[in-house]
Nanobody
């Protein structure tokens, strides 16, 4: 069983930046597509961004495109979500996901492993 753990959440002012990290417990995570989702209070969980196992291909939700960047450190089995120009509507619990076979499946939430989530609050 692969364990997925997020870190880096917190409180940030509008227009600020924050970087989330996600680490998987086993080296086999290098074979996985990894991504990020978020869930705001009273809303359904939604896709944010993802990166393919090769580290080359990425895909993003329209709401974060140009502001958020997903990157991968294969040596450490870690994926990062760099969030810039944050808005109050970005406030949510952010979840790391791993194990989708394709980026399309990742966007659909068809993943094998989920992290516990980390809170991101954008407020002045």
């Amino acid at each position: 069983q692969v364990q997925v753990v997020e870190s880096g959440g917190g409180l940030v002012q509008p227009g600020g930046s924050l970087r989330l990290s996600c680490t998987a417990s086993e080296h086999t995570s290098s074979f996985y597509t990894m991504g990020w989702f978020r869930q705001a209070p009273g809303k359904e969980r939604e896709f944010v961004g993802a990166i393919a196992s090769s580290g080359g291909l990425t895909t993003y939700a329209d709401s974060v495109k140009g502001r958020f960047t997903v990157s991968r450190d294969g040596a450490e089995n870690t994926v990062h979500l760099q969030m810039n120009s944050l808005k109050p509507e970005d406030t949510a619990v952010y979840y790391c996901a791993a194990g989708a076979k394709t980026l399309v499946n990742m966007r659909r939430g068809l993943v094998d492993y989920w992290g516990q989530g980390t809170q991101v609050t954008v407020s002045s």
